[in-house]
């Protein structure tokens, strides 16, 4: 998603940032919004969400309003210091991605979905885990990878464009260009961590928030596939 808030970096640069705090909020961030798509699915949200994301278009239009309008809008909140504003940009961000894994979740059988969000809990646990150490431990300067993630998403919307008119095998790689788009924005956001790049640990925190639930959110569609194939 950095290409979506690329442009609401912050000018001011902050000397050191509290990493256990920015952990903190993120982690709370993404349990709170496990826990609404849990609950969502079994509401009339999950229906909602099948069909808001049941045409790829439509699914891209709401997706980009809601979780890439939601952080621009938290990002002026923050900006302003205005936290009410802030706290809308996370609300709709909650409800964008409360919309999709709601309709993930509700095409898999009951007892499947609260598996299915442990294992994918702990993957995407263990993969930002990964890159934490990854970033932390070495030199490296991963500036450019929100760049990166930028052409990833854009060459995602490209090929599942192409696919959904032509050839729905693209469909699956438009997939896989969004999941290694958000990796690469993870990294970036963590590597921002670590370099203070940002002056509001907050707008730290919903950055990597961000990120964190887009790799879930592709880690729990193969998780449920895997699950009920393992059930059939």
């Known amino acids: 998603m950095s290409s979506v808030h690329s ?9 050191t ?6 952990a903190g909020i993120a982690t709370a961030l993404v349990a709170v919004n496990i826990l609404l798509m849990l609950v969502g699915s079994y509401t009339p949200l999950a229906d909602l969400g099948l069909v808001l994301f049941s ?5 891209i239009g709401t997706f980009a309003v809601t979780i890439g309008g939601g952080f621009w809008v938290s990002n002026t909140g923050i900006a302003k210091g205005n936290m009410p ?3 809308a940009g996370v609300t709709l961000i909650q409800v964008g991605y409360t919309l999709l894994g709601s309709a993930i979740l509700v095409m ?4 499947l979905r609260v598996p299915a969000l442990a294992v994918t809990t702990v993957i995407t646990g263990l993969l930002t885990a990964g890159i934490v150490v990854v970033v932390f431990r070495t030199d490296r300067s991963f500036a450019r990878w929100q760049t990166y993630s930028k052409g990833l998403f854009i ?8 696919g959904f008119f032509i050839n729905p095998m693209l469909m699956i790689f438009a ?6 788009g958000f990796v690469t924005d993870l990294t970036y956001e963590i ?10 640990p907050i707008r730290n925190a919903i950055g990597i928030y961000v990120a964190v639930m887009g790799v879930f959110i592709h880690i729990l569609r193969l998780v449920l596939y895997v699950l009920s194939m393992l059930d059939n």
């Open 7 to 15: 442009s609401t970096q912050t000018e001011q640069y902050a000397s």
């Open 17 to 22: 940032v509290d990493v256990s705090k920015v």
């Open 55 to 59: 045409n790829y278009f439509v699914g």
């Open 85 to 87: 504003i802030a706290g």
């Open 108 to 111: 898999a059988p009951s007892a």
């Open 155 to 162: 060459a995602g919307f490209a090929a599942g464009a192409v």
């Open 175 to 180: 997939s896989v260009l969004f999941f290694l």
């Open 191 to 200: 590597w921002a961590v670590k370099e203070s790049r940002y002056a509001s």
